[in-house]
């Protein structure tokens, strides 16, 4: 089989969200409501949203797979840090790497820029109607190299809610060069006396999502989370559906100020409450930034805080269920930016949360 591959000056290997208002998409017939896919990884689940009206050949492409359970027990196979994960070529069975049988190629629909979070067709070199099985989800902003090559790589979905924290955590696996078309393929937990078995791939199944109605937050949602990834992180979420506004308190577990050389995450070192404040939307609630810096626990150290209050950022802060959600950041005042997935501290409250969610 002849494999092609998409580097940052090159191309990919062959075979290899805007969330509406609910009042507006309930009043939407079913047949306009968009199609999502999930793609089951050990890591996580990654939901992406099917792009019908930009890229229709490309979605009917790709479900087309899905109804032929060519994707199941299927694997990611190559990973580039900061650039893309791919999948869709192979799938693990007998011990062995098999691939994927291939349909006929689909044609180019190229319209939508290759973003972070958007996910694309792989195809041949110098060939843009040659994509068939194999797609790819962008890591960072690639439209500046893959929108204006092979007639540009086609974008025909992109991932919603949480599903970024999973790809990023894909994308930071170690990797190992499995021969042929696996050179960069991510492995977990990955032993080099046990050679090549299932355990240590990315495992996929992408499936269709069964139609449900779409989450919004709700006050179950009120609760301590934390951030999963990394230790000495909480965050107090209190959800006002009266008011339709969220609050969320980012704070740090530290009783001293870290030292001088010490790296901290949202830039210089020092001890931090921050706070938001914002409009629900569904799922989703874009807030703005309130930092206060200086203060210790159990202290009466003196504090600092910017004025006028709220405008040192937004946070966007999304869910789409009851047991995680994502804090995605753009801190301006410190020029920090990034994502951080939650999770519940404890589930007292998701019982409730799914009652309400229900209703």
């Not at 230790?231 to 001088?260: H, K, M, R």
């Amino acid at each position: 089989m002849t494999e092609s591959r998409l580097n940052t000056g090159d191309w990919i290997r062959q075979r290899l969200v805007i969330f509406p208002l609910i009042a507006c998409l309930l009043a939407l017939p079913a047949a306009v409501l968009a199609k999502n896919v999930v793609i089951e990884t050990p890591l996580g689940d990654i939901e992406i949203e099917l792009l019908e009206e930009d890229a229709p050949k490309t979605v009917a492409n790709f479900l087309r797979y899905i109804e032929n359970d060519s994707y199941v027990k299927s694997f990611i196979h190559r990973s580039v840090p900061g650039f893309i994960i791919q999948g869709g070529g192979f799938y693990f069975e007998d011990g062995a790497a098999k691939s994927i049988t291939a349909f006929e190629p689909v044609e180019n629909e190229f319209k939508v820029s290759n973003t972070r979070g958007t996910v694309a067709m792989a195809k041949l070199s110098d060939q843009p109607d040659s994509a068939t099985s194999q797609w790819y989800i962008n890591i960072d902003d690639n439209s500046a190299n893959l929108d204006g090559q092979n007639g540009g790589f086609t974008v025909f979905a992109k991932v919603v809610g949480d599903g970024m924290a999973i790809v990023d955590a894909i994308n930071q696996l170690p990797r190992v060069n499995a021969g042929g078309p696996l050179t960069e393929l991510p492995v977990i937990d990955f032993v080099p006396d046990k050679g090549f078995v299932e355990e240590i791939l990315v495992i996929t199944t992408v499936s269709e999502k069964d139609g449900q109605a779409p989450f919004a937050m709700n006050a179950g949602l009120n609760d301590a989370w934390y951030n999963p990834l990394t230790n000495g992180q909480g965050f107090f979420i209190t959800v006002f559906p009266e008011l339709g506004l969220v609050s969320l308190a980012w704070f740090t577990y530290d009783t001293v100020l870290p030292g001088e050389g010490d790296t901290a995450n949202l830039g210089d070192p020092g001890h931090r409450w921050l706070t938001a404040l914002g409009p629900i939307d569904g799922n989703m609630a874009v807030m703005n930034i309130d930092i206060t810096s200086g203060g210790l626990f159990d202290t009466a150290t003196d504090i600092t805080r910017t004025d006028p209050a709220g405008s040192d950022g937004t946070i966007t802060l999304s869910f789409d269920g009851c047991g995680s959600g994502l804090v995605e950041y753009d801190i301006t005042s410190i020029d920090q930016q990034g994502s951080v997935p939650i999770k519940r501290v404890a589930d007292d409250n998701e019982a409730l949360c799914e009652a309400l969610a229900s209703q």
